[in-house]
Structures are given as C-alpha cells and as structure tokens.
C-alpha cells in the first residue's frame, strides 16, 4: 500500500448548461458550467481529506469525479497508484468496490420502498459477495453493529422511514462498509442532521477510521466540522482548490484571502468572542463566467492589477502547506496581517 | 417595570389524524424594548410554532390551549383576525419568515413589493411610500439603483436583504426572524446577520431571532432561549448561557459545536433522539436522553425556574448537582 | 421470511384499499360486472348474435304491461307424434270424408331448410265418387292486447289414385265468427308429396296482408282485435271422381308473436336484448383490460427506457408521442379498423397501440424524478449496473404509477370500443354494448329506453368500477393525497 492512497491530478469537469438535439445537431457551442476547473490534491493513506467551500464550489462534484461516479471531462485519479481508467474492463469493478461514497441526505439515500436488509444487502447482491442467506444475514448484522445500530435483528425489517435521520445515516454508513472499501467519500454526511444527532455520527465515522483504516474524503462547508474530523484540508473556491494542507496550518493560519474571509465568518457559539470586520463583499459569482486571473479577485480586498490578468498557482508556502495567492507569503511572514482591509494595514 | 411582549404558560397543538401534535406547551418568556432575543433549538423543537402563534400566523389545525400574549399590556390571543391583521401585524410585530428567499413574488420588482407593503398597511401616499422603501433598501445595503430589479435578479443573500428591508417597512417594534440565514453561506451569514445586528441596534428594535444554530444566535442576540421538545429548557442572557448552561439539553447541545479555535478534542453527543410529539414522555421531557435523570424526572414536569439571578432553568436537578455550578 | 413479507405488505394492502370508500365501490361495481360476464351463459340460454326471432321484433320487457302478449303457441303438438295429439283439435265431416290419425306418415321436412316432425300425421280419406270435406279446428281463449304478428305453418300430402281432386284452406275464426281464409292450395289434381306453404303463411307477408286488410300496412292485430274465443281451422275438401284420395296434414303449428319478451325485450332481430346486455360485459371487459396491458405495457416500457437512457433515445421515444398525442384518436382508428379489418383483436391492439403515449410520458417523468434520486446515485456508487438499477429502483417504483395508470386506462378503452361499435365499426360477429347502443341509433328506438338506457349504463358503470379503483390505489400509492 503505498504512503498516497489518492491522487488527483488536473481534475476537470464541465457541464454544458442545456444541449438540445438541436444544438448536438449543429455542434453549436453551448455555454459550460466550470464545476470543478482543475483540481489536483492527494490523500495519504488513512486519513481524511477535509473539503471545504461555499455551496456551488464544486466539492461534491470533485467528490463523485474521484470515485468515478461521474465522468471528469479531463484529469486523472489514480487509486493505490493505479489509474482506474486505463484498466481492463474486467478489473474497474474490483476497484470502484474499493471506493464508496456516503450521501448527504440519508431521507433520499435509502430507497424507501426497502427494508433495512434489503438495503444493506443490495451492495452483496451487486457484487455477488456471501452464498446464500445465512452468510449475508450475518455480513449485514455485523455491519449494522459496527454502525451501532444494535441489536442489528431490530431493524433488519424496519424501513427507513421508521428510522430517525441518525439511524438512517447509520444504514447508509452501514450499506459502504459492508464492502470492505479502503476509500469512502462522505459528502455533508451531517448537514442534514440535528445538531444533537450529528455528533454520533461523526465520533462513529472517526471510530470506524480508527478500526478500519479507512481513507475518507469528507466533505463539508462547516469549517468548523472540517477542523473536527479532518487531517488534511482543502479550501475550494469557484471549481479550483485555493489552498490546501495540515488542517492546523490552513485553519490557523489561513494564507489565502478567501480561506481567511471564510475563517472570519463563521459565526461561533461563543458570544465574548465577536468577529471583527469582513474583508470582503458580494457573492460568489455563477461559475458559468468565471473571472478571468485569479477567480477571487472581484471580491478580494487585496486585488492588484496582477490579479486580474494572471492566475495565481497553487504553490507550498511552507512545507505540506500550499496556497495560490499572489500574496500568500506576505501574509505567511506577517508582511501583511490577515483579516484586515488594505488600507488598515499602516496602522500597526 | 413591564416587557413589551410577554407570553404565559402559552399551549399551542396541531391536531392530526393521528392525535394532538404538542408542538408548543407552556412556554413563557418576555421580551423588553429594544432586546434581542434568540430561540434556539433543533427542528421539532416548536421554536417555528412559537414564532407564527406571536403572528397568530398559525396553521388552521393548531389549538390554543391555554396561554397568554400581550403585547404591550394588549391580549394578542383574544384580538380577532381583523384586528390583528389590521393594527398588530406588520405595524407592531413583522417577520422574516423562513425561505424567504422564495417569498418575494418573481413577477414584481422588489421595491414595488415593498411599496406595496407600506400601502397596504398605511395611509401614505406613494411618493412617500416609494422614498421610505429606498432607504430600507440603503439600509439593509442594497444600492437604491437595483431596487427595480426582479427578484430573479438578485443573488440569495440580496433576497434576504430586501426581505428584512420589507419587514421594517411600516417600522414594528417587534421584528421575528425566522432562521434569517439557514439557506445562505458562510460569508453571506456573516454579512447578513451583521446587517440584523446593525439595524436592530441602529433601530432600537426589539428582536426575535430563531435558529437552530447555536453560534448565529450567540453571534446576534443578546439572550437566548433553548427550547426542547415543545417546551423552553434554559432562558438566560447569551454570555451566561455560554458559559454556564445548567440545563443538561443546553450543556450537550452547546457541546456538539465542533470548536473553530483551540484545542480538537472528542465531542460528546447527546445520546437518543428526539421524542415523538405525538406522544411525547411523561414528566420531563428530555428525561430518556439526559444523563442525570432520576425517578422525579419521568414523573413530574420540572417548572422554569430562576434558579440564578437572571437565569431560569426548567431541571429537577439543576441545584442539586454540584457539576453545573 | 421475504415470503411473510410479501404477505403482510399484500395483507397491509388489502387492508387500506378496503379501507377506502371508493375502492370499495370501485371493487363492488366490478364484481357485479365480473359475474355477469362469467355467469352469461347460464343466465341465459340464448345466442346474443344469433338466437333471433324469439318474439315479435322490439317485443317490450314482460315486466312493463302484463296485457301484451307473449309468446303463444297455439298448438301444443303440432308433430301429432301420437293419436292422442288429435285430442286438441274437434273435427267436423262431411260427405262421407273420414279422418284419422295415422302413424305411418309423417312431414320429413326439407332437408338443410327445416326440421320435420317424424312419423304421425292427420290422415283425410275422401270418399269414393262423392264430394266432402273435412274440418280440423283448434279453439283458443285469447286474453291479451292485439299482437302484431300471427303465423301458421303446416305441412301437407296427398295421394292420389284416379280421377279426383283435392284442397286445403287454413281458415282463422274470429271471436265474432268471422272467418278470415289464410291460406289455401287451391284445388288440385294429382298427388303430391310433403310440402309447405310457400310463402310461409305469416302477417309479415305483404300480400297476405293485403288479401287480407286491403291494406299493406296493417297487421295481426286485425285478426286478434279483441279477447275471447278465436279457432284456428283447417279444411280439407275432396272431389273424387271415380279415384281415391287421401291428404295428410302434419306439423299444424301457429303463433302468435310474443309482444313481450324477457327482461328487456328484445331488438329488431326478435334477439333478447338481456342476453346482449350480459355477454357484452365480457368482451367490453375483455377489450378493456386487454387494451389498457398493452398501453400500460407500451407505456411502462417506453417510459423507462427513454427516462433511464436519455439523450436522443429519449428525444426520439418522445418525438414519436408527440406525433402519435397529436393525430386526433377516433379518425385515426376508423381509418386503421377499416384497414386491419374489425375483429375485436384488432381493436384490442388498435386501442393498446395509441394508448400508451400519456402512460409513457407519465413514468418519465416518474422515472427522471427517480433517476436523480440519491439512492439510485447511492446504488450506482455501490456499483449497480443499469439493469440492476432499472429493476431494483426503478420498476418498483414505477410499478404502482403502472397499476394505477392501468386501472385508469381501462375506460378509456372500453368507451373507444364502445365508440367504434356505435359508429359501426366494430367486430360485427359480436354483439357489444357499444354494438347494441348502435342499434338503438341505427333502428330509431331511443324511445325505446329499456333498450338504449341499459348498455349506456353498463358502459359509465364499468368504466366507473375502474375509474374508483384507480383512484384508490392513487390515494394508496401517494400517501400525500389521502384524504382527498
């Protein structure tokens, strides 16, 4: 097994807004939606990856790209050092076995017109995995325990709607395990909870990475639950990662404005502690016209005339810690002091 | 010296097929000129129903069972729609509902839907009307040249923006924000709660903010109210109740927000989930998930108490456990 | 334990779908229907196509006048199998003419036209070298109103031997002793083997009528006008001279034609229009349910692949409804009935084939709904294919759209049928209800009402028992619209 379980590299994905027969007809060019706009990050074996980013980044796009749920329009992922698209037929499936994906919604993630056993089982059944009832219903109810839905014989004929929105999760949790994968995606596997339920389900998840080893991909836009859960992180904006590295580094000391801003925002459940002023304004913009230069730059206080021609890479700042700004080593050695317009810079 | 809204022992159903939701059940609390209030509490918690039973915006299967609203030494509850409709709503309470940002009609501009909500509930002329509407919209920080745009036109946390400018169109007192900024991102609830918090201060108006995020209510309000279950389990001022809960449902729930600074350390959750309000359990009602329980607790409903100054707190057990304090 | 499952669902089904008012008179109006259809043939001992002449053409109900007459047979024995069938009629000689049953003769009939009776027939002997007659008649008590239509049917033979001639009239005596002559041969030399009137003495003969009435409109209610004592007489008259001559009658029948018939009276062929009424349930339920498998089938099958696969399969399947949704129905299948011919399979198809546009756009859109759901996505992340998806997620889902769809395209095709029917243009070797309402149009009895109202009924009925059962399994199905 080697040290990076993940890789990936110039990862692209554009949809086209609508193609009508007609247009297909008369190849005409239809306007894209620049999703994910070249992406490139690794995840070392069992840890996990937070992704973070406003609604729209294209964090869940990126997420379903790496297990191959949806086609990237270009860029590679290689799984264990393999490239999965340049395998045999015959060998994708043993692969994507390897990689699964927990869905934000656990309302919508369980078909509803099956049992709790049918669900866990549906998994086996498609891979083929246990001769016969007896081996699957003990391969399910051990799966349900590791999700502590227990005694598992209780809710083996329950249907989802009979569950809490916890428990479901746990089902959908279970239904991922139960094929052994070494590489989960969790996409918001929590946004859709109760603050009070949602705390089980991350320790559970942290738990079962422990036990299992797993490699997960979490992805959030709770900066908060991102700091919680993940070793490594990543800040994506408008389809391209702005920086990434040790969850610490990142958080703590943010080097990209936009990282920084996002920092500044979150509201904290703590009422001495109140933010101080924003540095920037507006929304994030439809990522069918993105920005020419950097993507951040109309809204950046920090903007200069570079920014809006040339796109900033995404380089280290220090050692396993990368941002692409312009600016990001003046705010890494304090040149200029973070969270703080411009033109307040002169006065400390 | 009297609050400008006070509610008493207020017991709100919904009837179903299947029996009496009991969704609001003796909830009290006051609200002084110029405070904000937060009501906190996960979904089901009845925070909604409290809010439209101010409005008396209530769906047609609710009951009052019990109860009282004044507002300023008026009987809200015991006013009939008309009167309602015509001298408290809007005038005196407004609100941000929920989803505001689909409550705005796609076939006006937004500063006719204002207009037209001042005219509705005032003698004005529209001249009047439209100039009052333009400098909402400059205060919530919305450039005075979009406000003939369609809604479709503005971004979501504009919507919002122009959504609160309506609720102050004819100047209420009270304004009731609805989980302002749920569907919004992080930097966008950041801009939008400061325009709240601005305006609320700038205004002097009294404020009710429901969230069943913790940190929007600590970041915004001055007291905060955390309800569970239908009924209100800790009411005290935002700081305290951030740094001393004693209710054991405020001590978890405050516990389940991940940290954005400091030391990263395991999380205790809250075990169980909660009850169904169709048949909610006897005594009170956290009971089932609390770790303090004991046998008084599932028999008798604990009483909001001020157990502390300023501080009130509906547990059996709040004084006799050493850990709280 | 997946078999206790499926029983308690099914259980738990039943139990929600008798739970629900209108499922319940969906369910009750289809069993009416469903035993109609199966005990048809036992209700009813006739042919609703071909067991004509049962009565008078568009006899009345029996149940609307008791005063109309049914069907009478005046003679109960008209075969005369033995002497003892002679005890019905009297008989009167003149001339030394003998009459006596004889058992050595008897009407064979015509063969491939008519039964005859066998042996047994009325023997006259006329008397050598003398004139005489002889006079067979059969007295009857009639009670009802005037009937429109009286026959009489015999069968005679004469044998001759020498010189004599011989004739036959059949005679009607009227209660005021009037004598009206049906019929006669004539007199005739010669012998002559069995025959039959020809034409059939019947009022239905024009020039029966007019020999009669003088007028060519009248009919049988001139020769009954009244109740009491009419007799039906026979003569035979022989002249021999020097020959012998003997005559023999056979198969003596007459009737008067039933003015009312049955339950519902019967249609312009003398068919019993409640044996029509009960075997038209069959085939409109039969068209019905089989037209609306195959829409439903079409429909399911086209839905979901043009929903699942998308892109141009989609784009083409959906072109193609639109083309079919907007060729008006009825003409297009007027126009295809008289191409493929009317048999009920071709309607069946026909109407399956154009149904299924609205059913394949309905589960679509269902299916595009479900193609976005998170658990096909989740399946799909697990590593199910698209045959598995479609079968696990989709068909499962869609299958109680299918079932409710079905339920609700059953009347559709049973009133298309009834259309085409009416309009004549369907199966005409059967005898739909469809059929029958044209009748009433096409013979002019919409005041008829025992005859036009019943099949319009059965039709909104039927369509109704399916329409309720859709609805209810709509509200089963879609637990948001329970209590609607």
């Given at each position: 097994?080697?040290?990076?379980?993940?890789?990936?590299?110039?990862?692209?994905?554009?949809?086209?807004?609508?193609?009508?027969?007609?247009?297909?007809?008369?190849?005409?060019?239809?306007?894209?939606?620049?999703?994910?706009?070249?992406?490139?990050?690794?995840?070392?074996?069992?840890?996990?990856?937070?992704?973070?980013?406003?609604?729209?980044?294209?964090?869940?796009?990126?997420?379903?790209?790496?297990?191959?749920?949806?086609?990237?329009?270009?860029?590679?992922?290689?799984?264990?050092?393999?490239?999965?698209?340049?395998?045999?037929?015959?060998?994708?499936?043993?692969?994507?076995?390897?990689?699964?994906?927990?869905?934000?919604?656990?309302?919508?993630?369980?078909?509803?017109?099956?049992?709790?056993?049918?669900?866990?089982?549906?998994?086996?059944?498609?891979?083929?995995?246990?001769?016969?009832?007896?081996?699957?219903?003990?391969?399910?109810?051990?799966?349900?325990?590791?999700?502590?839905?227990?005694?598992?014989?209780?809710?083996?004929?329950?249907?989802?709607?009979?569950?809490?929105?916890?428990?479901?999760?746990?089902?959908?949790?279970?239904?991922?395990?139960?094929?052994?994968?070494?590489?989960?995606?969790?996409?918001?596997?929590?946004?859709?909870?109760?603050?009070?339920?949602?705390?089980?389900?991350?320790?559970?998840?942290?738990?079962?990475?422990?036990?299992?080893?797993?490699?997960?991909?979490?992805?959030?836009?709770?900066?908060?639950?991102?700091?919680?859960?993940?070793?490594?992180?990543?800040?994506?904006?408008?389809?391209?990662?702005?920086?990434?590295?040790?969850?610490?580094?990142?958080?703590?000391?943010?080097?990209?404005?936009?990282?920084?801003?996002?920092?500044?925002?979150?509201?904290?459940?703590?009422?001495?502690?109140?933010?101080?002023?924003?540095?920037?304004?507006?929304?994030?913009?439809?990522?069918?016209?993105?920005?020419?230069?950097?993507?951040?730059?109309?809204?950046?206080?920090?903007?200069?005339?570079?920014?809006?021609?040339?796109?900033?890479?995404?380089?280290?700042?220090?050692?396993?810690?990368?941002?692409?700004?312009?600016?990001?080593?003046?705010?890494?050695?304090?040149?200029?002091?973070?969270?703080?317009?411009?033109?307040?810079?002169?006065?400390? | 010296?009297?609050?400008?809204l006070?509610?008493?022992?207020?017991?709100?159903?919904?009837?179903?097929?299947?029996?009496?939701?009991?969704?609001?059940?003796?909830?009290?609390?006051?609200?002084?000129?110029?405070?904000?209030?937060?009501?906190?509490?996960?979904?089901?918690?009845?925070?909604?129903?409290?809010a439209l039973a101010l409005m008396k915006l209530q769906?047609?299967?609710?009951?009052?069972?019990?109860?009282?609203i004044?507002l300023d030494?008026m009987n809200v509850l015991a006013l009939d729609d008309e009167k309602i409709r015509r001298e408290v709503r809007w005038k005196r309470i407004s609100m941000v509902p929920?989803?505001?940002?689909?409550a705005?009609?796609?076939?006006?501009?937004?500063?006719?839907?204002?207009?037209e909500a001042i005219l509705t509930h005032e003698?004005?002329?529209?001249?009047?009307?439209?100039?009052?509407?333009?400098?909402?919209?400059?205060?919530?920080?919305?450039?005075?040249?979009?406000?003939?745009?369609?809604?479709?036109?503005?971004?979501?946390?504009?919507?919002?923006?122009?959504m609160?400018?309506m609720a102050l169109a004819c100047n209420p007192e009270i304004v009731i924000a609805d989980?302002?900024?749920?569907?919004?991102?992080?930097?966008?609830?950041?801009?939008?709660?400061?325009?709240?918090?601005?305006?609320?201060?700038?205004?002097?108006?009294s404020?009710i903010?429901?969230?069943?995020?913790?940190?929007?209510?600590?970041?915004?309000?001055?007291?905060?109210?955390?309800?569970?279950?239908?009924?209100?389990?800790?009411?005290?001022?935002?700081?305290?109740?951030?740094?001393?809960?004693?209710?054991?449902?405020?001590?978890?729930?405050?516990?389940?927000?991940?940290?954005?600074?400091?030391?990263?350390?395991?999380?205790?959750?809250?075990?169980?989930?909660?009850?169904?309000?169709?048949?909610?359990?006897?005594?009170?009602?956290?009971?089932?998930?609390?770790?303090?329980?004991?046998?008084?607790?599932?028999?008798?409903?604990?009483?909001?108490?001020?157990?502390?100054?300023?501080?009130?707190?509906?547990?059996?057990?709040?004084?006799?456990?050493?850990?709280?304090? | 334990?997946?078999?206790?499952?499926?029983?308690?669902?099914?259980?738990?089904?039943?139990?929600?779908?008798?739970?629900?008012?209108?499922?319940?008179?969906?369910?009750?109006?289809?069993?009416?229907?469903?035993?109609?259809?199966?005990?048809?043939?036992?209700?009813?001992?006739?042919?609703?196509?071909?067991?004509?002449?049962?009565?008078?053409?568009?006899?009345?109900?029996?149940?609307?006048?008791?005063?109309?007459?049914?069907?009478?047979?005046?003679?109960?024995?008209?075969?005369?199998?033995?002497?003892?069938?002679?005890?019905?009629?009297?008989?009167?000689?003149?001339?030394?003419?003998?009459?006596?049953?004889?058992?050595?003769?008897?009407?064979?009939?015509?063969?491939?036209?008519?039964?005859?009776?066998?042996?047994?027939?009325?023997?006259?002997?006329?008397?050598?070298?003398?004139?005489?007659?002889?006079?067979?008649?059969?007295?009857?008590?009639?009670?009802?109103?005037?009937?429109?239509?009286?026959?009489?049917?015999?069968?005679?033979?004469?044998?001759?031997?020498?010189?004599?001639?011989?004739?036959?009239?059949?005679?009607?005596?009227?209660?005021?002793?009037?004598?009206?002559?049906?019929?006669?041969?004539?007199?005739?030399?010669?012998?002559?083997?069995?025959?039959?009137?020809?034409?059939?003495?019947?009022?239905?003969?024009?020039?029966?009528?007019?020999?009669?009435?003088?007028?060519?409109?009248?009919?049988?209610?001139?020769?009954?006008?009244?109740?009491?004592?009419?007799?039906?007489?026979?003569?035979?008259?022989?002249?021999?001279?020097?020959?012998?001559?003997?005559?023999?009658?056979?198969?003596?029948?007459?009737?008067?034609?039933?003015?009312?018939?049955?339950?519902?009276?019967?249609?312009?062929?003398?068919?019993?229009?409640?044996?029509?009424?009960?075997?038209?349930?069959?085939?409109?339920?039969?068209?019905?349910?089989?037209?609306?498998?195959?829409?439903?089938?079409?429909?399911?099958?086209?839905?979901?692949?043009?929903?699942?696969?998308?892109?141009?399969?989609?784009?083409?399947?959906?072109?193609?409804?639109?083309?079919?949704?907007?060729?008006?129905?009825?003409?297009?299948?007027?126009?295809?009935?008289?191409?493929?011919?009317?048999?009920?399979?071709?309607?069946?198809?026909?109407?399956?084939?154009?149904?299924?546009?609205?059913?394949?756009?309905?589960?679509?859109?269902?299916?595009?709904?479900?193609?976005?759901?998170?658990?096909?996505?989740?399946?799909?992340?697990?590593?199910?294919?698209?045959?598995?998806?479609?079968?696990?997620?989709?068909?499962?889902?869609?299958?109680?759209?299918?079932?409710?769809?079905?339920?609700?395209?059953?009347?559709?095709?049973?009133?298309?049928?009834?259309?085409?029917?009416?309009?004549?243009?369907?199966?005409?070797?059967?005898?739909?209800?469809?059929?029958?309402?044209?009748?009433?149009?096409?013979?002019?009895?919409?005041?008829?009402?025992?005859?036009?109202?019943?099949?319009?009924?059965?039709?909104?009925?039927?369509?109704?028992?399916?329409?309720?059962?859709?609805?209810?399994?709509?509200?089963?199905?879609?637990?948001?619209?329970?209590?609607?």
């Amino acid at each position: 097994m080697s040290e990076r379980l993940v890789r990936v590299e110039g990862l692209v994905k554009h949809f086209p807004v609508h193609m009508s027969l007609l247009d297909s007809l008369l190849r005409r060019e239809v306007p894209m939606v620049k999703a994910v706009d070249g992406v490139s990050f690794t995840i070392k074996s069992g840890e996990i990856f937070g992704l973070v980013g406003e609604s729209g980044c294209g964090k869940t796009t990126t997420g379903r790209a790496v297990i191959r749920l949806i086609e990237p329009t270009s860029g590679h992922v290689l799984f264990d050092g393999v490239d999965v698209d340049e395998l045999p037929r015959g060998e994708v499936k043993a692969y994507r076995r390897e990689m699964q994906i927990i869905f934000q919604d656990p309302f919508e993630s369980l078909n509803p017109k099956m049992t709790i056993y049918e669900l866990v089982a549906e998994p086996l059944e498609i891979h083929g995995i246990g001769a016969g009832d007896e081996e699957r219903r003990a391969l399910i109810s051990e799966a349900l325990n590791e999700v502590q839905l227990i005694p598992p014989e209780e809710f083996l004929f329950r249907y989802p709607h009979e569950l809490s929105g916890g428990q479901r999760q746990r089902v959908a949790i279970a239904r991922v395990l139960i094929l052994k994968p070494r590489f989960v995606v969790a996409d918001e596997p929590v946004s859709m909870l109760d603050v009070s339920i949602r705390t089980e389900v991350l320790n559970l998840m942290l738990d079962i990475r422990e036990k299992l080893g797993l490699t997960i991909l979490f992805i959030t836009h709770d900066l908060a639950i991102a700091r919680y859960m993940s070793d490594d992180i990543g800040v994506m904006y408008l389809g391209k990662l702005i920086e990434c590295g040790g969850t610490h580094d990142v958080l703590d000391d943010p080097d990209h404005p936009y990282t920084q801003a996002l920092m500044a925002a979150v509201p904290v459940p703590d009422a001495e502690r109140r933010r101080g002023d924003l540095p920037i304004r507006g929304e994030t913009p439809q990522p069918i016209n993105v920005p020419p230069g950097c993507r951040f730059h109309p809204r950046c206080p920090y903007a200069f005339d570079r920014c809006k021609v040339e796109e900033p890479p995404l380089v280290e700042v220090e050692p396993g810690h990368a941002a692409a700004c312009f600016l990001q080593d003046e705010f890494h050695a304090g040149r200029l002091k973070r969270g703080r317009l411009p033109e307040d810079q002169a006065e400390t | 010296m009297t609050a400008l809204l006070e509610v008493r022992g207020l017991k709100m159903h919904y009837g179903t097929v299947k029996g009496d939701v009991k969704a609001v059940d003796d909830v009290s609390f006051s609200l002084e000129a110029g405070e904000s209030l937060g009501i906190a509490g996960e979904s089901g918690c009845g925070k909604t129903s409290v809010a439209l039973a101010l409005m008396k915006l209530q769906p047609g299967n609710a009951k009052f069972l019990g109860g009282s609203i004044t507002l300023d030494g008026m009987n809200v509850l015991a006013l009939d729609d008309e009167k309602i409709r015509r001298e408290v709503r809007w005038k005196r309470i407004s609100m941000v509902p929920q989803a505001a940002m689909n409550a705005l009609n796609p076939v006006f501009t937004v500063k006719d839907q204002i207009i037209e909500a001042i005219l509705t509930h005032e003698d004005v002329s529209e001249k009047e009307a439209e100039k009052r509407t333009l400098e909402l919209l400059k205060r919530v920080g919305i450039d005075p040249s979009r406000a003939g745009n369609y809604p479709h036109e503005f971004s979501g946390g504009m919507k919002q923006r122009a959504m609160i400018a309506m609720a102050l169109a004819c100047n209420p007192e009270i304004v009731i924000a609805d989980e302002p900024t749920t569907a919004l991102d992080v930097i966008v609830q950041a801009q939008v709660l400061k325009v709240i918090k601005t305006l609320q201060r700038d205004l002097g108006l009294s404020m009710i903010l429901i969230s069943h995020d913790l940190s929007v209510v600590a970041e915004t309000c001055e007291r905060t109210v955390i309800m569970y279950a239908g009924s209100i389990v800790e009411n005290t001022s935002t700081v305290e109740m951030f740094r001393h809960p004693l209710h054991p449902y405020s001590v978890g729930l405050i516990g389940a927000f991940p940290k954005l600074t400091g030391e990263r350390k395991r999380l205790e959750s809250i075990t169980g989930n909660p009850p169904n309000l169709l048949d909610p359990p006897p005594g009170c009602r956290f009971h089932p998930r609390c770790p303090h329980a004991r046998d008084v607790c599932t028999r008798i409903v604990p009483p909001l108490l001020e157990t502390h100054e300023n501080h009130m707190v509906a547990c059996h057990m709040v004084n006799r456990h050493p850990e709280y304090r | 334990m997946d078999r206790g499952r499926l029983a308690r669902s099914v259980s738990e089904f039943g139990r929600m779908y008798l739970g629900n008012r209108m499922g319940q008179a969906g369910l009750a109006l289809l069993f009416i229907f469903i035993g109609m259809a199966a005990l048809a043939p036992y209700l009813t001992p006739y042919d609703p196509m071909y067991t004509m002449q049962l009565a008078n053409f568009r006899a009345k109900p029996q149940w609307l006048d008791p005063a109309l007459p049914p069907n009478l047979y005046l003679i109960t024995d008209p075969g005369l199998p033995s002497v003892a069938a002679l005890g019905e009629w009297s008989l009167e000689l003149t001339g030394g003419s003998s009459a006596s049953w004889t058992g050595s003769e008897g009407y064979p009939g015509i063969p491939l036209v008519e039964e005859g009776s066998g042996p047994g027939a009325i023997e006259v002997t006329g008397e050598p070298s003398a004139e005489g007659t002889a006079v067979v008649e059969r007295i009857y008590q009639y009670a009802y109103k005037p009937p429109r239509r009286f026959s009489v049917h015999l069968a005679y033979k004469a044998q001759v031997t020498g010189e004599a001639t011989w004739s036959i009239q059949v005679l009607l005596r009227q209660s005021d002793g009037n004598l009206l002559e049906l019929w006669s041969s004539g007199p005739r030399r010669g012998s002559q083997g069995w025959t039959v009137p020809r034409p059939q003495i019947d009022t239905n003969d024009a020039i029966l009528r007019l020999r009669l009435f003088n007028d060519i409109l009248g009919d049988a209610s001139r020769m009954f006008p009244r109740g009491g004592e009419y007799g039906l007489v026979v003569r035979v008259s022989t002249v021999s001279e020097g020959g012998t001559v003997k005559v023999y009658l056979d198969d003596v029948s007459a009737r008067i034609w039933g003015e009312s018939f049955g339950l519902l009276g019967t249609d312009n062929y003398g068919r019993d229009i409640f044996t029509q009424l009960m075997h038209g349930s069959r085939i409109s339920i039969i068209i019905g349910i089989f037209s609306a498998v195959i829409a439903v089938v079409l429909g399911v099958l086209v839905g979901l692949t043009s929903g699942y696969l998308g892109g141009w399969v989609d784009e083409l399947a959906m072109r193609i409804n639109d083309i079919l949704l907007t060729i008006p129905g009825l003409p297009f299948l007027i126009v295809l009935t008289a191409v493929l011919g009317p048999t009920i399979w071709s309607v069946i198809i026909l109407i399956g084939f154009l149904g299924w546009m609205g059913i394949a756009r309905l589960i679509r859109s269902q299916v595009l709904t479900l193609k976005t759901k998170a658990f096909v996505e989740a399946s799909r992340a697990s590593g199910g294919g698209t045959w598995h998806i479609i079968r696990v997620h989709l068909v499962p889902n869609v299958m109680t759209m299918a079932y409710t769809q079905l339920a609700l395209t059953v009347p559709g095709a049973i009133v298309t049928e009834a259309a085409l029917s009416f309009l004549g243009l369907g199966d005409p070797f059967l005898q739909t209800w469809g059929k029958m309402l044209h009748d009433v149009q096409y013979y002019g009895a919409v005041a008829e009402w025992w005859w036009a109202v019943p099949p319009g009924l059965c039709i909104a009925l039927l369509s109704m028992s399916f329409v309720f059962i859709g609805y209810a399994l709509d509200d089963i199905f879609n637990p948001k619209l329970r209590g609607r």
